[in-house]
T-cell receptor, first 112, second 109 residues
Framework: DSGVTQTPKHLITATGQRVTLRCSPR?????VYWYQQSLDQGLQFLIQ???????AKGNILERFSAQQFPDLHSELNLSSLELGDSALYFC???????????FGSGTQLSVL | AQRVTQPEKLLSVFKGAPVELKCNYS??????LFWYVQYSRQRLQLLLR?????SIKGFTADLNKGETSFHLKKPFAQEEDSAMYYC???????????WGAGTKLIIKP
């Protein structure tokens, strides 16, 4: 167990809808990273939060946003969903030593 | 452009045979490279970091700056090595990793 928790495991929704993915990092970790894994784009970095503030942005669409709360859990909000947003969304945190990323089990999003 | 290339989508070898999963990178600075593995129905986990120069589960990987490669090798494959393997490049001090497309390794009995 990596200590990173993601919910829900699966999400099925329709185009145009909005969903929220939740992530709790490892205990004590201030950073949360969000990644998207899709068949056509592979694994891509989306966004990083550190202690409640956005630290870095990657290939994140404007329809997507994230936030990190005082208890350090993070939420990734995906809106105006399109078929192409169907993917596995991972969050990860780096651990105290920052030697590696610990990944959650992911949320599988299916947009129908 | 910063890029990680894993040329093989699928690699199938027999148990006991040597394995080499290729990874090439393009990066102008000093890269830090990783191999991550995803076993069936499990989450992504770190296998190797080039900085550590360690051997994990019999796998090794050497950073070759001249060839800009970080190939993953194991002399004798085992069935439990079947998994997806991702090579990743770390830029700077955080984990905005650039990922290769992944190689699915199948070890045949």
């Amino acid at each position: 167990d990596s200590g990173v928790t993601q919910t829900p495991k699966h999400l099925i929704t329709a185009t145009g809808q909005r969903v929220t993915l939740r992530c709790s990092p490892r205990s004590g970790d201030l950073s949360v990273y969000w990644y998207q894994q899709s068949l056509d784009q592979g694994l891509q970095f989306l966004i990083q939060y550190y202690n409640g503030e956005e630290r870095a942005k990657g290939n994140i669409l404007e329809r997507f946003s994230a936030q990190q709360f005082p208890d350090l859990h993070s939420e990734l909000n995906l809106s105006s969903l399109e078929l192409g947003d169907s993917a596995l969304y991972f969050c990860a945190s780096p651990g105290a030593a920052h030697e590696k990323l610990f990944f959650g089990s992911g949320t599988q999003l299916s947009v129908l | 452009a910063q890029r990680v290339t894993q040329p093989e989508k699928l690699l199938s070898v027999f148990k006991g045979a040597p394995v080499e999963l290729k990874c090439n990178y393009s990066y102008s600075g000093s890269p830090e490279l990783f191999w991550y593995v995803q076993y069936s129905r499990q989450r992504l986990q770190l296998l190797l970091r080039h900085i550590s120069r360690e051997s994990i589960k019999g796998f090794t990987a050497d950073l070759n700056k001249g060839e800009t490669s970080f190939h993953l090798k194991k002399p004798f494959a085992q069935e439990e090595d079947s998994a997806m393997y991702y090579c990743a490049l770390r830029r700077g001090g955080n984990y905005q990793l650039i990922w290769g497309a992944g190689t699915k390794l199948i070890i045949k009995p």
